[in-house]
């Protein structure tokens, strides 16, 4: 019988995101590194083809491997929704979750009213936009990747990408627009995640204001749960700084295991 630590990729990324993490893995589990529905070559979602997060979650149990008798999640953004949604499920022996910046915002559009006045602004602002966020005629398309890829980095990057990168985010353009309807649409009420193993939620601090509010309603009713705020950092930074996000993690798998 063997633990596993199920890495759970982002938003238009995939499982190299994860790699420079792998250091501090606790002696005895194994790391799994799936990719998720959509993106490899041979699983690409032909345009108008619905997915839903039911799917992604039995695309990533069939990873599991044959007796596995723990599983610790790690999560990034849509990958923290998918997370959440393993966590609940009876059928696998959850251990830990560690998540940072767990996207969902039709949880958080439901509480809208409740909300600070920097996170209801950009609520208001993304869902204001009948040309972006749900938009199936445009979604995943050239000029919805563009306001998405800044949202989450900063205005300008799509157009400071490369060529190739700028393409290979159009092959997948389709899977990405499916799961930022599932983020905005099948994403329960945050009541609905209370979970009963060790959790650890991080945000970055200079990330958005939503992804600061998810973070902190989740920790609400996960009162357990440790939160970490990591200075200088900010939505992507689990990619472009792992060096910085890594004590987190490190200090997780001490928790966890007793390190």
């Excluded at 949880?107 to 938009?135: I, Q, S, W």
């Excluded at 990408?161 to 930022?180: C, I, N």
């Excluded at 979970?195 to 509010?213: C, F």
Aim: charged share 15%.
């Amino acid at each position: 019988m063997t633990d596993i630590a199920l890495f759970i990729h982002s938003t238009g990324t995939g499982p190299f995101m994860w790699k420079p993490l792998l250091q501090s893995l606790p002696p005895g589990t194994q790391a799994v590194l799936p990719v998720n529905r959509g993106y490899s070559p041979t699983d690409l979602l032909p345009r108008g083809t619905t997915i839903g997060l039911a799917d992604e979650v039995a695309h990533l149990k069939s990873q599991i491997p044959a007796g596995t008798s723990g599983v610790h999640l790690v999560a990034h953004s849509y990958g923290g929704l998918v997370a959440l949604t393993l966590a609940l499920d009876a059928a696998v022996p959850v251990k830990s979750v560690w998540l940072y910046e767990p996207v969902l915002f039709g949880a958080l559009k439901a509480v809208e009213d409740t909300l600070p006045d920097d996170a209801a602004e950009h609520v208001r602002r993304l869902y204001g936009d009948a040309d972006f966020l749900l938009n199936a005629e445009t979604g995943g398309l050239a000029p919805w990747l563009a306001q998405f890829v800044d949202y989450w980095n900063h205005p300008g990057m799509w157009a400071s990408m490369s060529e190739k990168s700028r393409a290979m985010a159009q092959v997948v353009g389709w899977k990405m627009f499916q799961e930022v309807r599932m983020v905005s649409t099948e994403a329960q009420p945050f009541a609905h995640y209370r979970l009963d193993m060790p959790v650890t939620l991080v945000h970055g601090e200079h990330t958005q204001a939503p992804a600061r509010e998810m973070v902190r309603r989740l920790a609400a009713v996960n009162p357990h749960a440790q939160v970490n705020v990591l200075a200088d950092l900010g939505h992507m930074s689990v990619l472009t700084r792992p060096e910085a996000v890594q004590p987190s993690l490190d200090a997780h798998w001490r928790r966890v295991t007793g390190g």
